[in-house]
């Protein structure tokens, strides 16, 4: 009898010890499965806003700015007449140590021709500081996208 009982308590173990991790499987893929509706929402958000932007500033191609990730950059440097190559540099971002250094560098220029982008709509160019904060940069980019001047 003992020896049922030891294998009975071995049993609740291995069942308890499933559950914790079934429902450990279960949060995390709820969590990933939200963060993936709203990375989704955001890059639709993104997306018209600076196809908006793009047809206020005259920019004659707006829907490259559906092109994930790089749809926004293309767009604020067009508008700003920038030279191209600091677009050079997302090539370097893969490259490990020197891709943080260039990851940096792209974001600087990215403020940059954020600032000359807001200043082509009639926008404070000073905005684009704000661009460190990301939900102050969502909220600045529907304002310059479908606020009045």
Known sequence: ????????????NAVAAGGLTGGLVAFF???FLLMLIIAIAVYIYMSLAFATIAKKAKYRKPNLAWIPMLGPLIIANRI?????WPMLLLLGVWIPFLGTLLSIAVYVFMIIWTWKMFEKIGRPGWWAIFWII???ELVLLGVAAWGKK
């Open 80 to 84: 700003a007449k920038m030279p191209w």
């Open 1 to 12: 009898m003992n020896i049922l009982f030891l294998a009975d308590q071995d049993l609740l």
């Open 29 to 31: 893929m709820a969590f």
């Open 134 to 136: 990301s939900i102050v």
